[in-house]
């Protein structure tokens, strides 16, 4: 079974679930799948998993905010 195979079917069951679309296929995954890595949603992920993947996410969105605000 190939990854998108699997991705589909976990796509399929969380939707099931009646998950809100943005919930189970968040951006973060979409956009990594997007530019080709093999990301599995984050409810199949390990806990350490989504820390690392989450925390590069928010703190280059947070040190993009101060380094856009502190240029004014």
């Known amino acids: 079974m190939s990854f998108q ?3 589909n079917a976990a796509n399929k069951e969380l ?3 009646k998950m809100s679309k943005y919930s189970y296929n968040s951006p973060i995954c979409f956009l990594l799948n997007a530019i080709g890595f093999n990301a599995r949603p ?3 992920n390990t806990f350490l998993s989504n ?8 703190s ?9 605000y502190s240029m004014e």
Request: net charge negative; glycine share 8%.
């Open 5 to 7: 195979d699997k991705l």
């Open 15 to 17: 939707s099931m679930s």
């Open 42 to 44: 984050l409810h199949y």
């Open 51 to 58: 820390f690392i993947i989450l925390s590069v996410w928010f």
């Open 60 to 68: 280059s969105a947070w040190g993009g905010d101060i380094v856009v």
